[in-house]
């Protein structure tokens, strides 16, 4: 890395957008804070060289040829004191990022690296691996910390908790930060992808082919991806381990395609007709490859130096600490395999671990968030008819009893069993539990409509989402 004092930083700083990133301590293989490291992992990976970029240490931070090796090769780095820092970013939380006038300044961890990802598709609009990294409809971490908990997890929660950790590396004993352990159960959650129906059915198509194979195995075992139980013998675990590997591998391409600049060719073969009937509820789930689900975001960038550092730190523990966290190390492994990671970490001086610790399948742990008993016993509570149920929970707790009564006033309520069914929100694909409770809202909204409205006014639904309200107004004021 190209490092120079910035004695003409004010005449630069009008021609080009100027990164700071805060530099208040360093050692043979990173620089701290952690925010600075992902920053510059990500400007490593989208090759950003559009932006001028300052390191700004803090008082006591001693200078050395050690800045050097935890800096991408890629991008040139300046030191800049921080009383010669503009105005407007002396009142920001670095990173920060001032635009070429100088008279716009973004900060904060997502923001920033956003706007990177921006400049870089700018800049060349085939990296399609950049582009990707903002994920569905371009949202990935929008939202600020206080609403979305992927942004707050690596905005906050992760860096402060890896550098707790790291600072208390003495402590041989030191246990699993309880933010990595949480970290841990949101990759068991089911995956959620939009228009994942596609990618299901070939799931269940290439579960069904391994039937036809081996036609002793249950189907049922096979549609849910339970493919053992706990009296199965050695022969068995490796023929699950090995379905796992190709099932797996299946995520894992379609994943890989998205970021491929040349499209991959759509399969021509339809699925046979016994996929095609079959019901959406019905398929098998997905198994997660990345952070927030099948594909590679930003989140995952954000991450990866994180927990590359802490499992580094784990040192002759990791073994151990890898048996509380397979999905992550699983997750830590996948990554590496998402082309121009491994270049992008190396020019970082990040040194990427081959995790060959035994891990378990995602399908198992998916399970246990979606226990039948459990959901079972959550529907069949016929006390409870809608509502937000956390709350009333924490009430009782408390020693505090909700009664339940009929509505203030019945004549709000619509007759919904003789209404079309296409007025109806259980028409919309709705849930049982979650129509009932949309029909509770369009009762409250539609009896304030009709008091207000007149003949001749025109009803207008803003972000009618799925047309509900508007649906129900057009036929109850025709």
């Not at 530099?23 to 920053?39: A, F, N």
């Not at 800049?123 to 979305?148: N, Q, Y």
């Not at 959406?280 to 590679?296: C, I, K, N, Q, S």
């Not at 006014?457 to 057009?474: E, K, P, Q, R």
Request: proline share 6%; hydrophobic share 35%; net charge neutral.
């Amino acid at each position: 890395a190209a490092f120079q004092v910035a004695a003409e930083m004010k005449n630069n700083s009008v021609h080009e957008e100027c990164l700071y990133l805060e530099l208040s301590g360093h050692t043979e293989d990173r620089i701290v804070p952690l925010h600075t490291s992902i920053v510059l992992f990500l400007m490593s990976y989208c090759d950003s060289t559009s932006i001028k970029v300052f390191l700004v240490p803090n008082e006591d931070t001693a200078g050395g040829p050690l800045w050097e090796n935890g800096a991408p090769t890629n991008i040139p780095l300046n030191i800049l004191s921080r009383q010669d820092l503009p105005p407007v970013v002396r009142s920001c939380r670095l990173p920060a990022l001032v635009e070429k006038d100088g008279n716009f300044c973004r900060a904060g961890l997502a923001v920033v690296l956003r706007h990177i990802i921006q400049r870089a598709c700018d800049a060349d609009c085939k990296r399609k691996d950049v582009s990707e990294l903002l994920g569905f409809k371009k949202t990935c971490l929008k939202a600020c910390a206080e609403v979305s908990q992927w942004t707050r997890l690596c905005e906050i929660s992760i860096p402060l908790a890896v550098e707790g950790f790291l600072r208390d590396m003495s402590d041989q004993k030191a246990a699993i930060p309880p933010e990595i352990l949480h970290l841990e159960d949101k990759l068991g959650e089911p995956v959620r992808v939009h228009n994942d129906d596609k990618i299901r059915r070939q799931k269940l198509q290439l579960l069904s082919k391994e039937r036809e194979k081996d036609p002793d195995e249950k189907a049922s075992e096979r549609l849910l991806g339970c493919y053992f139980d706990e009296g199965a013998d050695t022969t068995r675990d490796s023929k699950k381990e090995n379905k796992d590997i190709e099932v797996d591998s299946l995520e894992l391409r379609t994943a890989l395609s998205k970021l491929s600049v040349e499209q991959v060719p759509a399969v021509t073969s339809r699925e046979q007709p016994c996929i095609r009937k079959v019901k959406t509820a019905d398929l098998p789930t997905l198994e997660r490859v990345f952070a927030e689900g099948l594909y590679f975001t930003l989140t995952d960038v954000v991450l990866l130096p994180c927990l590359h550092y802490f499992f580094v730190s784990l040192g002759d523990c990791r073994d151990e600490g890898l048996k509380a966290l397979p999905l992550l190390a699983r997750w830590y492994q996948h990554v590496q395999e998402v082309p121009g990671v491994k270049k992008a970490a190396s020019s970082c001086g990040i040194h990427l671990l081959n995790l060959t610790a035994p891990l378990p399948s995602a399908a198992i742990q998916i399970r246990s968030f979606c226990d039948p008993k459990k959901d079972k016993a959550e529907s069949t509570d016929l006390h409870f008819r809608g509502g937000p149920r956390p709350t009333m929970n924490k009430l009782e707790e408390n020693g505090i009893s909700a009664k339940f009564t009929s509505h203030p006033c019945p004549s709000w309520s619509l007759d919904w069993r003789n209404l079309p069914l296409a007025v109806n929100p259980i028409e919309g694909k709705l849930s049982s539990e979650r129509a009932l409770r949309k029909q509770q809202q369009l009762d409250n909204i539609i009896s304030i409509v009709t008091k207000l409205a007149k003949p001749g006014d025109t009803i207008v639904d803003f972000c009618s989402g799925g047309g509900h309200v508007g649906i129900v107004l057009a036929h109850t004021l025709p």
